[in-house]
């Protein structure tokens, strides 16, 4: 196979006489570059279009992220707070009981207290009377301890 015959650069074309280039003054536009320059201008237009409905639809599901975001951080903080107030209720309550059985306790060892004096009152007096008691005995019993 023969090889092929290489096609003049655009340098050595003008570097060389071999090939001449026409210009033709009268050349007229044919009536398909307006209407390619229609159709460009009318895909740069739906292009823009659509890049702006492209930034228009992620911002609308950015801000709908956002807002989805922002309500769940509130339900979250809601629900913490209301733990935390039921949390405090039940300290609240527990402390109160606490108090209440400590103001009980403090009644049954003051009334302990008073029954104790009392009993001590008690036994004193019985002590005392039987220790009078035995004295009279012993001395009725022995005449000599009458003497003394």
Request: some cysteine; hydrophobic content about 30%.
């Amino acid at each position: 196979m023969a090889p092929r015959h290489k096609e003049p650069t655009p340098t050595e074309a003008s570097s060389g006489s071999d090939v001449e280039l026409n210009f033709d003054s009268s050349y007229k536009p044919s009536s398909t570059i307006p209407q390619a320059m229609e159709s460009i201008d009318s895909w740069k237009t739906k292009r823009s279009d659509i890049q702006k409905s492209i930034d228009k639809d992620y911002t609308d599901k950015l801000t709908d992220l956002k807002n989805k975001i922002k309500a769940h951080y509130q339900d979250e903080a809601q629900k913490i707070s209301d733990h935390s107030n039921r949390q405090l209720e039940q300290l609240i309550a527990a402390l109160e009981k606490r108090m209440a059985c400590e103001e009980k306790i403090n009644k049954c060892i003051d009334s302990l207290r008073d029954d104790g004096a009392h009993l001590a009152m008690l036994v004193d007096a019985i002590y005392a009377g039987r220790k009078e008691a035995a004295t009279q005995a012993a001395k009725a019993a022995n005449p000599e301890i009458r003497k003394e």
